[in-house]
């Protein structure tokens, strides 16, 4: 009788010890999966908890939206990029990158939530590895367009050029609402497409040695303390 | 031994001269550490002559193109990221697709640089694939740990201090600006609008006409002289004002819900209104009487009008037992009155009081209401509006004794 007094408090321990060994060993592997090498070159620059500033949020969307108009299948690519660099315990599937890119508060359908320093940095890899794949289509077009723009030659006139822009402006419209103010400013053709070319030549910075760092960081400049 | 570095890109190449400080361990590498600078030259696509300088033009133009390289990423624009004023070498935007990039003379009176004497002012307009191409060379320089190690990438973002006080003080101020002349604005019209006149009705005996009016055709509007009896208290007896207030707010509740029976005749209306003020003290009057008295004495005193009144003489008699048995015992406990004080009674059929009225309304002793107002009858559910009753004379003699009589 006395025996089992005494050892009816020890089993609950045992047994709690035993349930904490359980819990923790996968919090413990999902924590290194959720933090991979790539993104630990990004400094932590969230200048709070409650996740990245708004013009982060729009930032990496519009960018994002620019490499989707620089080819087709984007959208594709970027999950397919985003196992390549392990980043699937991040963005783990189409819904996922989907809801991610709806932080972006001119969005149609955009998320009351905001994104977290671990999903934009691993949205800010995604589209600095696929613009480092597409530089050379990146140049190619900014050259063009400079040459078009020198002999004030409308940008309509160069096909390649003009596909971007095109899909660019579709993209756009269809996915950002265009009752926001900051939508509704780009309201014609040419405001599209001066947005696409900066975009683009912001694309051009990513595909650099450092230009993943210089991305991240540009995202907050004038949102820190 | 000199090192050589070079960082070739299509529209610009950088090439950078100096020794290893010659140590043995970069002499033991294949690729010793450069890490004294001698010149640095900077090729770039549409200038025939290279950009050259010595250390303090080299770390003036890896810092200003790399910070202008997150101004240009980042839209945010702050002139004195790196001090630029004192810096050799400045980049401008001149539009989205063009930089200008502007190489000052070194200050005379510092001489510490090799090549002083051939550097001269350039200014130069790169496209952006260009300037690209210049970050891109610096970028490899940063990476490249072997040159000039103590430099490498610092990229910090612009605070958000720098970037308000950037802002024009106007601009900062108009939101301000803006709010309190609106709200000076809406002051202004409210004043213009003019303070609503608050009427209080004068003639209470109006308001029960309208709804006597209204009796044929039933309809929502006869709520509308809800509020009308309360006021009608205060207009009737301005002595009494003070102890009415207690106990307006329920009077109305009960009397819109009964005046079909009332309206017949006009005149009760009078009495209703005043019996809740009447009621000296607070404590009973306020939660009986207000609710109750009104109507049953209104038909009270039309029962004698209509025929609803009581007329067995026997059954009158019993009633008038059982009154006179009533006041008896709660009349033991008040003071005797000075004068002569008389009161109409209207009593059920089985002897309940179901209103009263004093006929001499001079009077400042008020005994009777405080003992009417005990022995009132307090309606369980709803007493049947037209039941008989019977009115009684009740007049307390300064004796100390209470007669009373059929009226």
């Given at each position: 009788?006395?025996?089992?007094?005494?050892?009816?408090?020890?089993?609950?321990?045992?047994?709690?010890?035993?349930?904490?060994?359980?819990?923790?060993?996968?919090?413990?592997?999902?924590?290194?999966?959720?933090?991979?090498?790539?993104?630990?070159?990004?400094?932590?620059?969230?200048?709070?908890?409650?996740?990245?500033?708004?013009?982060?949020?729009?930032?990496?969307?519009?960018?994002?939206?620019?490499?989707?108009?620089?080819?087709?299948?984007?959208?594709?690519?970027?999950?397919?990029?985003?196992?390549?660099?392990?980043?699937?315990?991040?963005?783990?599937?189409?819904?996922?990158?989907?809801?991610?890119?709806?932080?972006?508060?001119?969005?149609?359908?955009?998320?009351?939530?905001?994104?977290?320093?671990?999903?934009?940095?691993?949205?800010?890899?995604?589209a600095c590895n696929l613009a480092r794949k597409l530089t050379?289509?990146?140049?190619?077009?900014?050259?063009?367009?400079?040459?078009?723009?020198?002999?004030?030659?409308?940008?309509?006139?160069?096909?390649?050029?003009?596909?971007?822009?095109?899909?660019?402006?579709?993209?756009?419209?269809?996915?950002?609402?265009?009752?926001?103010?900051?939508?509704?400013?780009?309201?014609?053709?040419?405001?599209?497409?001066?947005?696409?070319?900066?975009?683009?030549?912001?694309?051009?910075?990513?595909?650099?040695?450092?230009?993943?760092?210089?991305?991240?960081?540009?995202?907050?400049?004038?949102?820190?303390? | 031994?000199?090192?050589?570095?070079?960082?070739?890109?299509?529209?610009?190449?950088?090439?950078?001269?100096?020794?290893?400080?010659?140590?043995?361990?970069?002499?033991?590498?294949?690729?010793?550490?450069?890490?004294?600078?001698?010149?640095?030259?900077?090729?770039?696509?549409?200038?025939?002559?290279?950009?050259?300088?010595?250390?303090?033009?080299?770390?003036?133009?890896?810092?200003?193109?790399?910070?202008?390289?997150?101004?240009?990423?980042?839209?945010?624009?702050y002139p004195d990221r790196h001090g630029h004023d004192s810096a050799l070498v400045q980049l401008h935007r001149i539009?989205?697709?063009?930089?200008?990039?502007?190489?000052?003379?070194?200050?005379?009176?510092?001489?510490?640089?090799?090549?002083?004497?051939?550097?001269?002012?350039?200014?130069?307009?790169?496209?952006?694939?260009?300037?690209?191409?210049?970050?891109?060379?610096?970028?490899?320089?940063?990476?490249?740990?072997?040159?000039?190690?103590?430099?490498?990438?610092?990229?910090?973002?612009?605070?958000?201090?720098?970037?308000?006080?950037?802002?024009?003080?106007?601009?900062?101020?108009?939101?301000?600006?803006?709010?309190?002349?609106?709200?000076?604005?809406?002051?202004?019209?409210?004043?213009?609008?003019?303070?609503?006149?608050?009427?209080?009705?004068?003639?209470?005996?109006?308001?029960?006409?309208?709804?006597?009016?209204?009796?044929?055709?039933?309809?929502?509007?006869?709520?509308?002289?809800?509020?009308?009896?309360?006021?009608?208290?205060?207009?009737?007896?301005?002595?009494?004002?003070?102890?009415?207030?207690?106990?307006?707010?329920?009077?109305?509740?009960?009397?819109?819900?009964?005046?079909?029976?009332?309206?017949?005749?006009?005149?009760?209306?009078?009495?209703?209104?005043?019996?809740?003020?009447?009621?000296?003290?607070?404590?009973?009057?306020?939660?009986?009487?207000?609710?109750?008295?009104?109507?049953?004495?209104?038909?009270?005193?039309?029962?004698?009008?209509?025929?609803?009144?009581?007329?067995?003489?026997?059954?009158?008699?019993?009633?008038?037992?059982?009154?006179?048995?009533?006041?008896?015992?709660?009349?033991?406990?008040?003071?005797?009155?000075?004068?002569?004080?008389?009161?109409?009674?209207?009593?059920?059929?089985?002897?309940?009081?179901?209103?009263?009225?004093?006929?001499?309304?001079?009077?400042?002793?008020?005994?009777?209401?405080?003992?009417?107002?005990?022995?009132?009858?307090?309606?369980?559910?709803?007493?049947?509006?037209?039941?008989?009753?019977?009115?009684?004379?009740?007049?307390?003699?300064?004796?100390?004794?209470?007669?009373?009589?059929?009226?």
């Open positions: 009788m006395r025996i089992s007094h005494a050892g009816a408090p020890l089993c609950p321990y045992s047994f709690f010890g035993i349930y904490v060994a359980v819990i923790v060993m996968p919090l413990e592997t999902s924590l290194t999966e959720s933090n991979p090498l790539i993104l630990d070159s990004l400094p932590d620059l969230s200048p709070s908890d409650d996740g990245c500033p708004r013009r982060a949020r729009l930032q990496i969307d519009l960018m994002l939206l620019a490499i989707e108009a620089l080819y087709l299948g984007g959208a594709e690519e970027m999950l397919a990029v985003s196992k390549e660099l392990e980043l699937a315990g991040i963005i783990k599937n189409r819904v996922a990158l989907w809801l991610l890119r709806n932080t972006n508060p001119l969005r149609r359908y955009t998320q009351r939530r905001s994104l977290t320093s671990l999903e934009a940095k691993a949205l800010v890899a995604i050379a289509t990146i140049r190619q077009l900014l050259q063009d367009s400079q040459q078009l723009r020198s002999r004030n030659i409308p940008f309509n006139q160069h096909l390649p050029l003009a596909e971007y822009l095109e899909r660019f402006r579709a993209h756009f419209r269809s996915r950002m609402n265009p009752k926001r103010s900051v939508v509704a400013a780009y309201d014609t053709d040419d405001k599209l497409d001066e947005l696409a070319l900066n975009l683009l030549s912001k694309l051009l910075f990513c595909t650099g040695t450092a230009g993943m760092q210089r991305f991240w960081v540009s995202l907050f400049d004038g949102e820190v303390e | 031994m000199t090192i050589r570095r070079q960082y070739s890109l299509p529209n610009c190449t950088l090439v950078l001269e100096g020794l290893s400080d010659g140590s043995a361990a970069s002499q033991l590498e294949k690729r010793p550490v450069l890490s004294i600078l001698m010149s640095a030259e900077c090729y770039l696509s549409n200038l025939a002559e290279p950009l050259t300088g010595g250390r303090d033009f080299f770390e003036s133009l890896v810092r200003v193109v790399s910070s202008y390289a997150q101004e240009f990423m980042s839209g945010v624009h539009d989205g697709n063009t930089h200008r990039l502007t190489i000052l003379p070194a200050s005379s009176d510092s001489g510490v640089q090799i090549d002083e004497k051939t550097q001269v002012s350039a200014e130069v307009d790169l496209t952006t694939v260009q300037l690209f191409d210049l970050v891109e060379a610096i970028d490899q320089f940063f990476a490249d740990t072997q040159t000039l190690p103590e430099l490498s990438l610092q990229l910090t973002p612009v605070s958000k201090r720098y970037i308000k006080s950037a802002e024009p003080v106007a601009q900062r101020a108009l939101p301000g600006i803006i709010g309190v002349s609106s709200l000076a604005l809406a002051a202004m019209a409210f004043f213009l609008v003019p303070v609503p006149e608050v009427q209080r009705p004068r003639d209470p005996i109006r308001q029960p006409n309208t709804t006597g009016q209204n009796i044929d055709t039933p309809n929502p509007g006869a709520g509308t002289p809800n509020p009308n009896p309360t006021p009608a208290a205060d207009g009737l007896l301005p002595g009494d004002r003070t102890q009415s207030a207690i106990s307006p707010a329920s009077t109305p509740s009960q009397t819109p819900s009964q005046t079909p029976s009332q309206t017949p005749s006009q005149t009760p209306s009078q009495t209703p209104s005043e019996t809740p003020s009447e009621t000296s003290s607070p404590t009973p009057a306020a939660d009986a009487s207000p609710s109750v008295t009104p109507t049953p004495v209104s038909e009270g005193l039309q029962s004698s009008g209509v025929a609803v009144a009581i007329t067995d003489a026997a059954e009158i008699e019993l009633l008038r037992g059982k009154l006179s048995e009533q006041i008896d015992g709660v009349l033991k406990n008040q003071p005797a009155v000075n004068r002569e004080l008389v009161y109409r009674v209207s009593v059920g059929k089985d002897g309940a009081i179901v209103g009263y009225k004093s006929q001499n309304s001079q009077t400042v002793d008020r005994i009777g209401d405080t003992l009417f107002s005990e022995l009132l009858y307090k309606p369980v559910g709803s007493r049947p509006s037209a039941e008989p009753l019977a009115d009684f004379r009740v007049v307390f003699a300064p004796g100390g004794t209470v007669q009373v009589s059929p009226w």
